[in-house]
């Protein structure tokens, strides 16, 4: 375990330079802190709230100067102090690590440093100075030791990472403020580039993603998250028509010796990110589709209304247009192997096939094959893809009853009722509060005028002839919290009662339909939880070759996460092939250093801030949108965008490490 | 809610500023980057810098008043040691990153950031390192804004007025760090970009950074050469706003100073833009109704604004066959002087030198269009912005406010009615047409001279005049604002309104809030109302008022054009438009370039 020699963090001192190393207490926080890789020790952390020496012989002055090095090249240049106040301060330590300073110096960078910490506008410069001021505070003669002595001084192992609470967030790790910084600037074009780094599916997740960045972002301890969502959409949406001329005439650097074939299983999320990824760097990328559409869950499982096909496929496409094939109606298990593939010189395969099986309630009667019996996800697969796309009509009774409280459930019982279904029943076992489902999403859905029911659960299905007539339901009553978080529920006896009904539906979880693969000839285990088996770092399955990602590794998560695995994915693929091995990769371990600080941070914003309100996005109105697929969310004006992205407050952070090599 | 500033009480609502809490109880914070009446306060600067405590917090910060909202019970201090020193300090390091050679400086004497080096006491500069701003750039492509980026504080207040109030949004900002600049979007030279030349972003700027080209040395050239003969002429804007340059109170009519000073500095022939606004108006208005009675396009759109026709022509060109053909006051002034007047005064039309003073930035542009230069020769020589006009002055020594009075005396174009005059307030073309308009259909003046329905300030404006058999109710708008024109213009394409006559003037307020008049510290059209009524005054005490009426106008056409749109006319006083949407292909690799520079 690191042990701290000496460091502050928020003004708190830590000072253990006259112990011996074994004598210092060892603190938990810094579990993590003994290696950056395996073999290289960390030798110091600076952050926005302070600094620790974790060795004797590191040399502040030349860590504070990369530190400033990296906030004078992060800094946006728009308000005074921080713009000019690290390139002075930045200049004086560069005069100091040569030995062309003298000790008054540290007087002079301490009142800059002050000046910057106080005035600057963003989390950037309020922060940047935070780790040199406390130095020159708390271990100057230390300082003056360094600039007394040998000079001028080598430069040490130092790797810069800058992040936000946000983009921490974000499984795909989107520069969030970048992003929005070209909007306050004017250039969507850029605020778009900023987000095809990551995926292409920009317009597709500015209208469903979940935003782990809202819930993360600062701006909701003055007012409400900033919308950063609908900016996403913002731009792709302004931007929808250079996209495809973007990429048709994107020349790929370096294209790989064309032996190196990929070949990816799965056109949702997870398949089209690593297909992205694997094009731009190079490589020749084939793609296997089961079904005759591509989009995965985004096409077949998230309803028009909330996500109209034509914006997925355009953003799909864009594989096609950097040179992908994908071929459709191929599906592995029945139409070919992964050995098969192998032989037909694929040199790496990356499986992104999802959880398409649903779960069975396990009530009574249950049966798949029962008439007005359906899965979620097989239900909206039809709507989609039958009915919406092929135009073949769907008959549907007059009553439904859905179950589960995800989205898949809200997406059930809203596309139910776009579909000419009367009544429209939600049955949750939980209470609203426990609803896993967007806050939105249900909203929404009452609005449009479903019938909830919480702390409900089905204990039989009545069926006759093989069709379903009724569902008996039984109240369930909500237990204490147990260590998890979650509260458990228990039937309430004696308070059954019954539905008729027509339908069906449960929608409380997919999982991994198997057959896709012999384990045993493959080479390709599953988890005791039934999907497959990766190891985290690389997403390389027990095959050698074969890397996985997404939903089917996961479990059923969100686009975001399964995209965020295909970029890991093509990332781990491009040294597989390229090194024989999977390297390190800093970003992610500075993102774990990061994480293991954050309890340290009061992450209180103790000055005020003048409210702005979040910007509102017209909606179609409910008693309209519930009869027609039609998107319910409307864009917002470039006005809006602008004011919008004004309320970003930019909570960049400069972090820092020093390493022995 | 109650909280308080150095000591004393004061009042505020929930989420207001310090900054406009202590305005308005009248203690001064010094501000740079701030304009309130933009709406702006970007936070940039970092100057406004207060003490302040929180109800249940012992501790004192230092805060930007721009930014933090009064609460209750703050207590606010405006002028502590620490405050002081701090701000003196913010202005020492923004001097770092500034080229300061006051000296030489557009805005010497009269520059927000001179003002506030007083006001902080600042008494030395120890940072000095010319990198920092030498990186930046400097653009004079365009004929109307000249643009020194070495001299930017990045208050970002040209940034909203080209975006928030002129909806052209020409302006991006570029890079990081100390390069960090208001840049020309997709790296255009100004010149050719969506610039329209408003100038408005000039009104705004706090320093030297953004200004009028300087064609004052022109204009002195032809003064000066005994071989030339230099007509002038002035637009009505000009005379109730150049008297602020002098001291005078803003909107105060300084017309026959101006004919006094320009004959003093040399002009051999004083002139008058409202004779040709006067001929506009007859050209126009048999426009009109031309295109009223054919299946001519409607809406027939106002032609007198440059600034306006190269939006139109850079954002709308599918609709520039709605844009009336007639030139502008400006143009028609040189096409005229350089025939009939000069056949007139036999004077030879090559040597004269047509110079016009005007509120105006994209006159300057105006003037150097293809279609306005004949055979090498230009309608217009030379375009003086009101705010060059009074730096000439300066320079030669002379000071309208001191100078008594003079009046026009040629024979030929030396007279105008009040209707000319109002064109530099918005409405004010619409007004003088439907005066004349109403006389050419219905042979009757206009019961009320003033058709009050079209003034105002509102950006769009409606109204509806009826011109009785034959012709019947004409539906008229007014935008004023690029904005404006461009919202109206989406109502017009999208068929949501339908008109006969739409006026677009691009600066807030008409010309009299044009990129070439004189500048207001730390506010946006600190004079409006005042001009506006100085212009309304002039108009109401003419003794003609309408456009058909003006004696000389009925000469020009009876000795020379013989009648509107008449074959001379349509030599002399109408154009055409040009399709200048510019296409934008990026690639992403270009973009990705981009962005990992600034990364
Ligand atoms: C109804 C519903 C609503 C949702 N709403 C949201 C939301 O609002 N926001 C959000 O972030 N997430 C949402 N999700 C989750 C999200 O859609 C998934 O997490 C995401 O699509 C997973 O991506 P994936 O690429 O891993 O798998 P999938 O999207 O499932 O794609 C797998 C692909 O592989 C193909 N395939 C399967 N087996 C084979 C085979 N043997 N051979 C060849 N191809 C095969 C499938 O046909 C499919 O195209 C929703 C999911 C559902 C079901
Ligand atoms: S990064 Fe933040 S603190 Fe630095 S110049 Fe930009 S706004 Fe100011
Ligand atoms: S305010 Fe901006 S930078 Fe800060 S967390 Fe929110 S989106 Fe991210
Ligand atoms: S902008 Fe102001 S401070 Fe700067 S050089 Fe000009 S006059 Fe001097
Ligand atoms: S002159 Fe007008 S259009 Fe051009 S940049 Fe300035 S405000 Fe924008
Ligand atoms: S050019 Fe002038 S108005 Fe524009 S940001 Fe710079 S200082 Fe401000």
Sequence with gaps: ??????????????????????????????????????????????????????????????????????????????????????????????????????????????????????????????????????????????????????????????????????????????????????????????????????????????????????????????????????????????????????????????????????????????????????????????????????????????????????????????????????????????????????????????????????????????????????????????????????????????????????????????????????????????????????????????????????????????????TIKAVELVKMSLGDPDESGRRSVTPVDGSEFVLDTDHVIPAIGQKVELGFITPDEDGVAFNSWGTIKVKNDSLMTTRKGVFAGGDCVTGPATLVQAMAQGEQGARCIDDYLTFGRVRFFPKDRMSRLVADVQPMIDSGVNIPVKHEYRVKVRELDPDVRKQIFEEVEKPISVEEAYHEAQRCMRCYRVYSVITEQ | MIGSINGKKVEFQDNETILSVAKRTGHFIPTLCEMADINHAPGTCRVCLVDMKRKNDPAHHIVTSCTTPMEAGMAVLTRTPKVREMQRLQVELLLADHNQDCASCIRHGNCELQDVAQFVGLQQTRYHYPHFYLQRSRDTSSPSVVRDMSKCIRCFRCVNVCREIQGVDALVVTEKGLSTQISVRDHLPLGSSDC??????????????????????????????????????????????????????????????????????????????????????????????????????????????????????????????????????????????????????????????????????????????????????????????????????????????????????NHWMGDYSGAAVIFGTTGGVMEAAIRTVHKMVTDKELSQVEFTAVRGLENIREAAVDLGEGIGVVKLAVAHTLKAAGQLMARIKSGEASYHFVEVMACPGGCLGGGGQPRSKHAYQAAREERRQGLYAIDKEAPVRQSHNNPLIRKLYTDYLEKPLGHKSHRLLHTGYTDRKRLVRHTMKEIWQEIEERT
């Design chain 1, 1 to 466: 375990m690191a042990k701290v020699i000496f460091g502050a963090w928020d003004n708190a001192v830590i000072d253990n330079r006259r112990k011996k190393v074994f004598e210092i207490e060892e603190y938990p926080e810094f579990s993590d802190f003994d290696e950056f890789n395996p073999g290289n020790p960390i030798k110091a952390f600076f952050g926005g709230h302070g600094f620790f020496i974790f060795e004797k012989n590191v040399n502040l002055l030349d860590a504070a100067l990369q530190y400033m090095e990296r906030v004078a090249r992060e800094s946006c240049g728009k308000c005074t102090p921080c713009r000019v106040g690290t390139q002075i301060i930045k200049s004086k330590l560069e005069l100091l690590t040569r030995g062309d300073g003298t000790p008054e110096m540290l007087d002079e960078i301490a009142s800059i440093a002050e000046h910057v910490h106080t005035t600057s506008l963003c989390g950037l410069g309020q922060t940047a100075t935070v780790a040199l001021l406390e130095m020159i505070r708390y271990f100057r003669e230390t300082l003056e030791e360094e600039i007394a002595g040998a000079t001028p001084v080598v430069r040490q192992h130092c790797t810069t990472y800058v992040s936000a609470p946000c983009i921490e967030a974000c499984p795909s790790k989107v520069d969030v403020p970048r992003y929005i910084d070209y909007i306050k600037d004017g250039k969507f074009t850029h605020s778009l580039g900023v987000i095809l780094q990551k995926y292409p599916m920009a317009a597709t997740c500015g209208r469903v993603c979940v935003r782990f960045c809202e819930m993360a972002c600062r701006r909701t301890q003055v007012d409400e998250a900033v919308g950063i969502k609908v900016l996403k959409r913002f731009v792709a949406d302004h931007e929808q028509d250079v996209t495809h001329d973007w990429f048709s005439s994107y020349m790929i650097p370096e294209k790989k010796d064309p032996d190196l074939k990929v070949a990816v299983v799965g056109t949702g999320p997870a398949g089209i990110a690593a297909a992205y990824h694997l094009l731009l760097k190079g490589y020749p990328v084939d793609v296997y589709e089961a079904k005759s559409v591509p989009g995965g869950m985004a096409a077949t499982g998230i309803p028009e209304y909330r996500l109209p096909n034509d914006v997925l496929n355009k953003e799909i496409s864009i594989i096609e247009t950097m040179g992908g094939q994908i071929f459709y109606n191929r599906r592995m298990g029945r139409d070919f192997t992964v050995k098969g593939l192998f032989s037909n010189g694929y040199k790496a395969i990356f499986l992104a096939i999802g959880t398409h099986k649903g779960k069975m309630i396990r009530a009574a009667g249950e049966d798949p094959h029962l008439k007005g019996y359906d899965f979620g996800v097989d239900f909206l697969l039809r709507i989609n893809h039958d009915y919406i796309d092929k135009g073949i009509p769907m008959k549907l009774g007059k009553k439904m009853v859905v179950v589960g409280g995800g989205n898949v459930a809200m997406d059930c019982v809203r596309s139910a009722l776009r579909m000419g279904v009367k009544e429209v029943h939600l049955v949750y076992r939980r209470s609203q509060n426990e609803m896993p489902a967007d806050h939105e999403e249900v909203e929404a859905a009452e609005k449009e005028g479903v019938i909830f029911h919480f702390l409900t659960h089905p204990t039989r299905i009545v069926s006759e002839e093989g």
């Design chain 2, 196 to 409: 329209v030349g408003c100038g408005q972003c000039i009104l705004v700027c706090p320093v030297g950074a953004l200004a009028e080209k300087d064609d004052i040395e022109e204009a002195m050239d032809y003064l000066y050469d005994p071989d030339m003969v230099t007509v002038f002429q002035f637009a009505p804007a000009i005379r109730i706003a150049l008297g602020e340059e002098f001291n005078l109170p803003a909107g105060t009519n300084v017309e026959g100073k101006i004919i006094t000073a320009l004959k003093k500095l040399g002009a051999d022939v004083v002139l008058d833009t409202n004779f040709t606004a006067d001929l506009v108006i007859m050209e126009e208005s048999s426009e009109l109704l031309q295109r009223v009675k054919s299946s001519a396009p409607l809406p027939m759109f106002t032609s007198c604004c440059p600034a306006w026709i190269s939006y139109m022509e850079k954002n709308y060109p599918e609709m520039k066959e709605h844009v009336s053909t007639t030139k502008s006051p400006q143009q028609c002034f040189g096409a005229i002087a350089k025939t009939y007047l000069a056949e007139k005064m036999e004077i030879d039309a090559c040597r004269m030198r047509v110079i016009s003073i005007m509120p105006c930035t994209a006159k300057k542009g105006e003037a150097k269009r293809d279609e306005f230069i004949k055979d090498e020769r230009p309608e217009v020589d030379v375009v003086l912005t009101t705010r060059e006009f009074a730096r000439l002055l300066k320079r030669e020594g002379l000071n309208p406010a001191e100078l008594a009075p003079s009046a026009f005396d």
